[in-house]
């Protein structure tokens, strides 16, 4: 065997160890922040739920509204054969208002508040599921990736085994058998490239529709970020920050709220009114007044919509609980995927250690005639099964390691430090929580609000 060859075949092991990954320039290569990004601004996942945020907001400006009058202006012309046809008419404006409730409006826009808190959470949590479905996309394409340059690795070896294999045929030193073994395997080869091509565009579909874009050269993922150094604090980050959580305990707030608005419904209530009205000749007909109303007995009605709104809290609160002990499970899962995928990776690395000696002593062997290309063959694919659980290993274990940052509620815009700016729910909110009309200087506030979001 020459000196050349020898290097040739050095060089070979050495880029299957490798990889065989052809990293894209730095300048070119879309990063995994690249993907969160697109992924949070053009998720139509999101724009649906800043939608329902944006009606749940709408909802305390309606509660809002009843603390106000209403005023209203009618018009009236009537005809009867009574009055022999008599045309008579009139017009008169009219305004009520709610004096006194005994709490049950104000206790609705408090409950309808801790509403619109439990639906930002919602959207939270729907943030962290594009961002996180984006990671596992972006995890997805780059093993795709590898493992696709590993099965072309793969083919081109076993091709120059093939030809080795029927050269030493020509000359007989092998027998026919081994030169039909060398052509099963790349056969075999074909056929897992053919797979890993397959697979590689699956992910790529799956990528367009997680980030909005098909992949363009992604790099290399970055470092993994900082988690707490036990389950415990982990478990403990989760209780405290988990969207899923405070929506649950905010949706306790709001039912808690709805049962003393069930027992303020039982109280008296004070109305004014007032109308203003003219008839037909001028006379005037106006007239103003305040009602007390007590409800006395309702059927029963008032006793049940207590009883349901004690009920819907009770509900609640086990719904907290229930909401706590599975994001606390979830952590302890993904925690435990972590720590498999680690110790994956550091057998997998051994494994390719020791599957690339095996390959070059049985390369070694063969040019001895103490191996045949079977066994070179299969110390080939050894070390290229290696090198693949490897790569199925790290992109596992980017995916349990943000998988367990999404269940401690940290996968966010925010704590990724992606650097852009984010929806802002105070910004709609503050512009309709006390119901401005159209004309006002709120009204035209929040045209401008809506005018920026793109919706009008």
Do not use: C
């Not at 050095?10 to 160890?17: D, G």
């Not at 749940?56 to 009537?78: N, Q």
């Not at 109305?271 to 007390?292: I, T």
């Not at 899962?333 to 997998?348: D, E, F, M, S």
Request: no cysteine; net charge neutral; proline share 3%.
């Amino acid at each position: 065997m020459s000196m050349f060859a020898g290097l040739k075949r050095r060089a070979t092991v050495l880029a299957i160890s490798a990889g065989l990954v052809m990293t894209p320039a730095a300048g070119s290569a879309e990063t995994l922040a690249d993907a969160f990004i697109t992924a949070y601004r053009h998720s139509h996942i999101l724009d649906q739920q800043r939608a329902v945020l944006r009606a749940a907001d709408e909802d305390v400006a309606i509660a809002y509204s009843s603390l106000r009058p209403v005023i209203s202006f009618t018009a009236a012309a009537s005809s009867s054969a009574l009055a022999r046809h008599h045309l008579s008419g009139s017009v008169a404006l009219a305004a009520e208002m709610t004096l006194y409730d005994s709490g049950v409006t104000r206790l609705s826009v408090e409950g309808l508040k801790e509403a619109v808190l439990a639906t930002r959470e919602a959207l939270m949590n729907y943030e962290q599921q594009v961002l996180l479905a984006a990671l596992t996309a972006y995890m997805d394409v780059t093993e795709a990736s590898e493992t696709l340059a590993l099965e072309q690795s793969n083919v081109r070896l076993t091709t120059q085994q093939l030809r080795a294999a029927r050269d030493r045929f020509e000359v007989g030193e092998v027998t026919r058998t081994e030169v039909a073994q060398a052509e099963a395997q790349l056969a075999a080869a074909k056929s897992s490239l053919a797979a890993a091509a397959g697979t590689l565009e699956v992910a790529r579909e799956s990528y367009r529709v997680a980030v909005g874009s098909y992949p363009k050269g992604l790099a290399p993922p970055p470092a993994l970020p900082k988690i707490p150094a036990s389950l415990d604090a982990a478990q403990a980050v989760a209780v405290r920050t988990h969207p899923l959580i405070r929506q649950a305990q905010h949706q306790v707030a709001a039912a808690e709220l709805a049962v003393k608005q069930a027992e303020a419904a039982m109280k008296f209530s004070v109305n004014a009114s007032a109308s203003l009205k003219f008839d037909h000749d001028g006379n005037d007909e106006s007239s103003y007044g305040v009602a007390m109303t007590q409800p006395l007995y309702g059927g029963g009605k008032f006793s049940a919509l207590k009883r349901k709104a004690q009920a819907n809290r009770d509900s609640s609160r086990a719904a907290l609980l229930s909401t706590t002990h599975n994001v606390q499970q979830l952590v302890g899962v993904y925690w435990a995927n972590l720590r498999v995928a680690n110790a994956q990776l550091l057998a997998t690395d051994q494994q390719i250690r020791a599957a690339n000696v095996a390959y070059r002593g049985v390369q070694e062997e063969q040019q001895l005639g103490a191996a045949t290309t079977l066994d070179v063959l299969d110390a080939l694919q050894d070390l290229l099964d290696a090198r693949s659980t490897r790569i199925s290993a790290r992109s596992g274990q980017y995916v349990a390691l943000y998988s367990l940052l999404s269940a401690m509620g940290l996968m966010t815009v925010e704590h990724l430090r992606l650097g852009i700016q984010t929806y802002d729910p105070a910004a709609y909110y503050n512009a309709v929580k006390s119901a401005p009309a159209g004309l006002s200087k709120q009204g035209q506030q929040l045209d401008r609000v809506l005018e920026r979001l793109g919706k009008e």
